[in-house]
Nanobody
Framework: VQLQASGGGLAQAGGSLRLSCAAS????????MGWFRQAPGKDREFVAV????????YYGDSVKGRFTISKDNAKDTMWLQMDSLKPEDTATYYC???????????????????WGQGTQVTVSS
C-alpha cells in the first residue's frame, strides 16, 4: 500500500486548508484512513480518521467542529477539510492507513501500518 498526500501550506488564523491522501496498491475494504500530526518537540497527535466500509469518522478533541474528514471509495482518496485554523494547528500532517483497526485503537498511531509522507501546515496568527 502506498499513500500519496498533498495539500497543506500556509494559512492565516481563521482560514482554511485542505489535505488529500490517495491510497494505491491494496485490496482490502476493511481499512481506516486518516491523519495524525506532529509539531516540533511534541508527540504525534491523532487528528481524524474515517472507515472505508462504514464511513464512520472520528476526530481528535482539538479539531472537533473545525475539521471534516471525507472520502471517495471509488478513488481510494480521503480529504481533510480544515477550517477555523489556529496557530496551534501548525504541524507536519501524516496520512495513515490501517487494516482492521478496532474502535479502541482508532486514535493510536500504532494501529496504522502505512504512512504517507508528511505535509506541512503552518498557521500564522
Amino acid at each position: 500500500v502506498q499513500l500519496q498526500a498533498s495539500g497543506g501550506g500556509l494559512a492565516q488564523a481563521g482560514g482554511s486548508l485542505r489535505l488529500s491522501c490517495a491510497a494505491s496498491g491494496h485490496t482490502s475494504n476493511n481499512y481506516a484512513m486518516g491523519w495524525f500530526r506532529q509539531a516540533p518537540g511534541k508527540d504525534r497527535e491523532f487528528v481524524a480518521v474515517i472507515r472505508r466500509s462504514s464511513g464512520y469518522a472520528y476526530y481528535g478533541d482539538s479539531v472537533k467542529g473545525r475539521f471534516t474528514i471525507s472520502k471517495d471509495n471509488a478513488k481510494d482518496t480521503m480529504w481533510l477539510q480544515m477550517d477555523s485554523l489556529k496557530p496551534e494547528d501548525t504541524a507536519t500532517y501524516y496520512c495513515a492507513y490501517g487494516r482492521g483497526v478496532i474502535l479502541s485503537s482508532i486514535s493510536n498511531s500504532r494501529a496504522y501500518d502505512r504512512w504517507g509522507q508528511g505535509t506541512q501546515v503552518t498557521v500564522s496568527s
